[in-house]
């Protein structure tokens, strides 16, 4: 779930190209990109796209928020096609990851599909109330297990706070929107799913989205969302571990083992605790799952 690239879903073209892309997920988009006018007919495009695919676990649909009847239409919409997910928008909290999982549980029950078997990843910071509530997702509740990402936004955000500045003249997020990476981040580890990166407009400059992409994973971000197929291959390229960083996790695990029982070792000059082996152990993990070698 290194990449996830946004495709308009009453646009057949760009969702072509979004599923023949490399993304490791083309989220097919019902939302911001579908004007209300379009939403019906993008709702049987995407389904049709789904359908279609022989490899349908990789496509996700953002739906529209769970508040809205356009909701409901979606779903009914897209879940007999069987998406590898949803995508929730403007989450406000684990209650709404609640009321999805209901949805879900119905329509999967009346479509065959074993139960549990639609993923949910949520945007957890486009409204005020929803700042708040980015703890929430590592509670119990009903469909905690569907839960696999939690990603942030600044867009929707500053419309909410009626903000005409999102960055600072360095071009930085300005703190509010800092403080929205860093709870979607921190909720996201709280609640064991992984944390994905909002977009970057400025889709053509990709010697700063590299660095971006860079900075974030090694903040503990584990993907990025992408709006435009140019944008993927970097970001695959930064969040996938470097030959250099394996050995080197690889190396901490081995000197752990070497000293069975031991808090701290030494390794090429530097003190390592368990924090550290843990840190390695998780990087081989995803390497693992990713197939990187």
């Known amino acids: 779930m290194r990449s996830w690239l946004f495709a308009p879903g009453d646009s057949e073209k760009k969702m072509g ?25 993008a709702r049987a495009m995407v389904a049709e796209q789904i359908a279609a695919s022989d490899n349908a676990a990789r496509l996700w649909v953002r739906i529209n928020p769970i508040s809205t009847a356009d909701c409901i239409s979606d779903l009914a919409a897209i879940i007999p ?38 993923l949910i990843a949520a945007l957890v910071t ?15 509740y009903p469909g905690k297990t569907r839960l696999v990402a939690m990603s942030w936004g600044a867009e929707d955000l500053s419309s909410a706070l009626g903000a005409r500045e999102q960055r600072g003249p360095d071009g930085e997020y300005s703190h509010t929107y800092e403080m929205a990476r860093s709870l979607c981040l921190i ?7 992984a944390p994905i990166e909002t977009v970057q407009p400025e889709f053509r400059d990709l010697e700063a989205l590299e660095r971006r992409a860079k900075s974030v994973r090694a903040q503990g971000f584990r993907g990025m969302l992408a709006i435009h197929p140019a944008q993927v291959d970097p970001i695959n390229a930064a969040f996938t571990p470097s030959a250099e960083e394996l050995a080197h996790a690889r190396a901490v695990v081995q000197a752990f083992a070497d000293h069975p029982g031991a808090g701290v070792v030494a390794l090429d000059g530097a003190m390592l605790d368990r924090p550290h082996l843990a840190l390695a152990q998780r990087l081989l993990a995803e390497a693992s799952a990713a197939q990187v070698k």
Not at 94 to 118: F, S
């Open 81 to 118: 096609a069987r998406p590898g997910g949803v995508f929730l928008p403007k989450a406000e909290g684990a209650a709404d990851i609640t009321q999805l999982h209901h949805y879900l549980t119905a329509l999967e029950a009346a479509n065959g599909i074993p139960q549990g078997r639609t």
């Open 126 to 140: 486009e409204t005020a109330a929803a700042m708040f509530r980015t703890g929430e997702y590592a509670g119990n």
């Open 17 to 41: 190209k979004a599923i023949a892309s490399p993304a490791d997920i083309a989220l097919l988009d019902l939302e911001d990109s579908v004007s209300p006018e379009n939403k019906p007919a």
């Open 187 to 193: 909720g996201a580890s709280a609640a064991g799913v």
